[in-house]
Structure formats: C-alpha cells, structure tokens
C-alpha cells in the first residue's frame, strides 16, 4: 500500500473541513512524504514539523540463514580470495551467513542458496541450488578493459587483463557486468527447475583482473548475494524539506477551488425564540381554558 502523500492529504482535507475551523498538522518533514505540486488550500491550517530521530527506530534484524558452498578442484587460490570477501561480508553485515568450500561434489548439502561453481566441468549435484555462479567456458583472451556494472547498481570500475568471449548462441536475459566494450561479463538466466545461473566471463584471480585485490570486492559480492534478498540495502532518502516551501498555499475559497464541505451551519437562535413564544402562547391559552371550565361550574 502505498502512502499518501501530505500535499494530497491536505488537498483532501481541503474539501472537507471548514475553512474556518482551526486545523493543526503535526508531521515529520520528509521531502520523500511531500511529493507532487504544492496545492493551494482555503483552510485555517497550522502546520508543524519535526525530524525524526534516526536512532529511535532499530531495523528488525534478518536472522534467516544464507547457506554458501564454494566448490573448486582447480582453482583453489580463486576460492581462497571468494571466501576471504565473504568473511568480510559477514563480519561487517552480522548476517548468519553459513559458507562451506569443498572440492568434492558429495559434500555439496542439498538446498543451497548460493554454490559458486569454480571448475572448468558443468556443475552437477546442484540439489534445489537457488543460485549458481560458474566461469564460462570458452578460449580466453588477453584484452585491457574495465569490469563496469550494467544494471541500476554501481561500483568503482576494476581493471580487466583476461576474459573469455560470450557465447552467441547463449540467451541471456540479463547483464550484471560488462567490459569497457560492452561485452557481458557477468550475465544472469534463468532455468527450468527455478535456479538462477550467473555466468562469470572472467575468474576471481588477481592475474585476470584486479576484482579481488579492489577494496570494494566485499561490496560489490554484498549486492550479488543480497539482490534478491527481502530486506532492502538500499538507504532510505531522508531529505529534508523546508517549512516555507512543505505547507500549501492559504488562499481565499474561491482561489483555492474550495468545495463546499459534507455538513453546512445553521444558526438555531431564531427558531428556539419561535419555539419558546409557542410553547408559552400554548401554556397560557390551556391555564386560561381550565380556569374557565372550573368558573361554569
């Protein structure tokens, strides 16, 4: 559900108030709450505002556990430097992250969240693997370039010294990374038995590229692990608006395009005085015909 804006609650409030009943608003002054064109309003509006304490509401912690298996029988220095990020992710996030490496595919557990697959075989004993991160096959080649993203998120540009040429005959329906020529080097498809397959067109070794050695390797395999994650990484804008520029405009009913409001004000000071005059007119006549009957005997 998405939240209504002020400047919409006060354009509704707008139509249904009296202009001149006194209204005080009291909210937080979140540029991200005052979105739309400042309205014009016919009310006896006070408005005041406030910022939130940051440090007053705690995030509720994800305590769901992110199962990782990283499995290589070749590349045992690329595992070392994967593991190494990991751990960092997990000691800087305090996520429950669960990571194993092996080079034998029995000790693979079923029911992985990620398996990092860094071996020049196809991946096998996937086991209801969600997501699965292998090196792409193909001949490699030596090309100066950079690891750019390709997708809404960001990261500081990493050399490329080798990568391996896409196959054309591979549908990708999505780039992560790309080189400095547009080439994908980190591409996403999806699978039949719901698995997500990320092919890596480079190796996380520092002779391939300077990934590993880059301080933001962490970050950036943070917003890999974490893209489909319930918990949002990103910071929420807390941008503050000014005073003079969140309340609306004060103008007179029909410069504001006021509406006339749900209920209308009736003075009752001249129908009580009626009724008054009839019930005492009533009084007097029914004393005046008692008398009268008691007097004729």
Not at 268 to 293: G, H, M, N, P, Q
Request: charged share 20%; net charge neutral.
């Amino acid at each position: 559900i998405r939240q209504l804006s002020y400047r919409g609650a006060s354009a509704m409030l707008n139509e249904q108030v009296d202009s001149k009943l006194p209204l005080y608003i009291f909210t937080d002054n979140y540029l991200r709450n005052f979105t739309g064109n400042r309205n014009t309003v016919s009310l006896n509006i006070h408005w005041f505002f406030y910022t939130p304490d940051p440090n007053s509401v705690k995030p509720v912690a994800d305590t769901s556990a992110l199962r990782i298996t990283i499995f290589t029988r070749s590349y045992a220095n690329d595992a070392h430097y994967l593991k190494a990020a990991m751990d960092a992710i997990q000691q800087f996030s305090k996520r429950n992250i669960i990571i194993r490496t092996t080079p034998v595919v029995a000790a693979i557990q079923a029911g992985q969240d990620w398996l990092f697959w860094l071996d020049d075989e196809p991946p096998t004993g996937t086991k209801n693997t969600k997501n699965i991160l292998l090196y792409a096959t193909g001949k490699m080649v030596k090309r100066a370039s950079y690891i750019l993203p390709a997708d809404k998120q960001s990261f500081t540009a990493v050399s490329l010294y080798k990568s391996i040429p896409a196959n054309d005959s591979l549908q990708i329906f999505d780039v992560r990374w790309q080189d400095g020529f547009g080439h994908p080097i980190l591409s996403v498809k999806e699978q039949d038995n719901n698995s997500t397959w990320y092919y890596l067109y480079t190796h996380f070794d520092p002779s391939w590229n300077e990934l590993t050695w880059s301080e933001d390797f962490p970050a950036v395999l943070y917003k890999l692990l974490f893209t489909k994650s319930k918990v949002s990484t990103e910071r929420r804008d807390d941008t503050i608006i000014d005073s003079s520029q969140a309340t609306p405009v004060v103008a007179t009913e029909k410069a504001a395009g006021y509406k006339h409001v749900m209920f209308t004000e009736t003075k009752l000071e001249d129908v009580c005085w009626v009724i008054t005059f009839l019930l005492f007119f009533a009084e007097r006549s029914l004393s005046f015909y008692y008398r009268k009957a008691s007097a004729n005997g």
